[in-house]
């Protein structure tokens, strides 16, 4: 077991790193976006999304595994994930193409990472107003959708902690059944290793499962969200803390 000390140490390095390269890909890539196509932002991006990904196991020892990759990318599609930390957020950013994420309004104004996040189509909400959250998430959702875009949903609204999955919303279900898109389900347990509001990083093995594609009927929204519940809730459990 890695002392305290240790640990605290490897994730300053880690983050020393994190800030540097998102300062330069980000600059780079907001630069650069008046010449590059759809293809060449996410290679971009994904360049971004990978090289944390690789600082991470390199300074921290922690790495991922995939169960079920060959349901992503099929056609546009909602990706529900349950929420524990940012590794899934870079991780699917990186799986996925082309994507629109739904965020929180506030993070387009972070440093560099927001500003460029502003421009890559993602659907900012504002939570403080439910309501008119949820009518812009149907209408950006069902627009972004149209494109070619798939969508990525974190339903519990924001980051449980390790060995918690939280209530989902009902609003991935919502668009999957006005657009008739296929929702495609996701669980992992990455907040034991890169725990939610906390600065040290554990080492050791995301486990990430990718179930198969649903769709939901107009009438069976709420149903269809308690099920997807559930399931995480029963996967994350086969993942532990490993």
Request: hydrophobic share 40%; with cysteine.
């Amino acid at each position: 077991m890695l002392s305290h000390f240790l640990l605290g140490l490897r994730s300053s390095v880690f983050y020393l790193g994190y800030a540097l390269t998102t300062i330069v890909v980000c600059t780079n890539f907001i630069l650069l976006f008046p010449m590059l196509g759809s293809k060449g932002r996410h290679r971009v991006a994904s360049f971004w999304c990978r090289s944390i990904l690789s600082w991470l196991k390199l300074t921290c020892g922690v790495s991922c595994k995939i169960e079920g990759i060959e349901h992503l990318n099929r056609s546009p599609a909602i990706y529900l994930s349950n929420h524990q930390s940012s590794f899934e957020a870079i991780l699917l950013y990186q799986l996925i193409h082309p994507v629109s994420p739904i965020i929180k309004r506030e993070l387009l104004q972070i440093p560099f990472w927001g500003w460029a996040l502003r421009l890559s189509k993602p659907i900012a909400i504002d939570r403080s107003k439910p309501r008119k959250a949820a009518r812009s998430l149907i209408a950006q959702g069902e627009a972004m959708l149209r494109h070619g875009n798939s969508v990525i949903i974190f339903p519990e609204g924001s980051r449980s902690e390790p060995g918690v999955v939280g209530r989902y919303s009902r609003g991935g279900c919502a668009l999957a059944a006005a657009s008739q898109v296929p929702i495609v389900p996701i669980v992992h347990n990455a907040g034991y290793k890169w725990p939610s509001h906390r600065f040290i990083k554990f080492p050791g093995v995301v486990s990430v499962k990718v179930g198969s594609p649903i769709y939901v009927p107009d009438r069976c929204i709420k149903g269809r969200t308690l099920e997807l519940e559930e399931w995480t809730r029963a996967n994350f459990q086969k993942r532990g803390s490993s």
